[in-house]
């Protein structure tokens, strides 16, 4: 089965990495199905793919079953079957000391980083079990924050190391349905949501420093590349990231 063939759907796609990775699975000829939260910024990325008739734009929060139900139940309306899901969707919390840290923001980033991409992994699995070609892949953002925390990160930090927890199980899970399950690492990538890299952020012996970033195109290209591999093989792990990027040896 081509790219021409093939439907996606990338979550937290209005923005940052998930619009980059959306523009260029439409410009590799996949059938996007785009979900978020604002309904008019995956609507201004479906304009700008020019490929309008392929792209479908779906407000979707992650955190609500129904409405997680209710994107794959459009996407399997609109074209049939499922071949990608990008777990994208993420958010973090205000960079606070672990013990002034509010429950509700510790919850609303455990709802959308792990309990969201659960939810969508469940209802591609529930497609792509049941379509003819039957399987598919999932690939899920990690980021560099499922290897090493940042200064008063806990939530995003336990839940993008309970995203490889994820990754594995559905990696196995998934093998007697011809499901792959990988994970794409990323660094800092250059979209509005790093800015503050460019500007300076805490380290952990408490200076502040610049971060390296890349271009967000490496991002989608590597995702391209993830996607693309036949379901016989797979990435289980991949890192991308600036080669001067303060990882190796955080801390």
Request: proline fraction near 5%; charge should be positive.
């Amino acid at each position: 089965m081509t790219a021409l063939n093939k439907v996606a759907i990338v979550t937290g796609a209005g923005t940052g990495i998930g619009k980059a990775v959306a523009l260029a699975l439409l410009k590799e000829g996949y059938c996007v199905v785009l979900a978020g939260r604002r309904f008019e910024r995956l609507e201004k990325t479906a304009s700008e793919s020019g490929a309008r008739p392929r792209a479908l734009a779906v407000a979707t929060d992650v955190s609500n079953p129904e409405s997680v139900r209710s994107l794959f139940a459009k996407t399997k309306a609109a074209f049939g079957r499922l071949d990608l899901l990008f777990n994208n969707a993420g958010m973090g919390a205000p960079p606070v000391p672990i013990e002034d840290l509010a429950f509700e923001q510790w919850k609303a980033v455990v709802d959308v980083n792990l309990t969201g991409m659960f939810l969508c992994t469940q209802e591609a699995i529930r497609i792509m079990k049941n379509q003819d070609p039957r399987g598919g892949r999932i690939i899920n953002n990690g980021s560099i924050s499922a290897h090493a925390p940042r200064p008063n990160s806990a939530p995003y930090t336990a839940t993008k190391h309970a995203v490889t927890g994820l990754t594995k199980s559905t990696s196995l899970d998934g093998r007697k349905y011809d499901i792959a399950c990988g994970q794409i690492d990323i660094g800092n990538a250059v979209t509005e949501m790093s800015e503050k890299m460019a500007r300076g952020v805490p380290q952990a012996d408490g200076s502040v420093a610049i971060e390296p970033r890349m271009d967000v195109a490496h991002v989608a290209a590597s995702v391209l590349y993830m996607a693309g591999l036949p379901l016989d093989a797979n990435v289980q792990f991949l890192t991308v990231m600036a080669t001067k990027m303060p990882f190796v040896g955080r801390g």
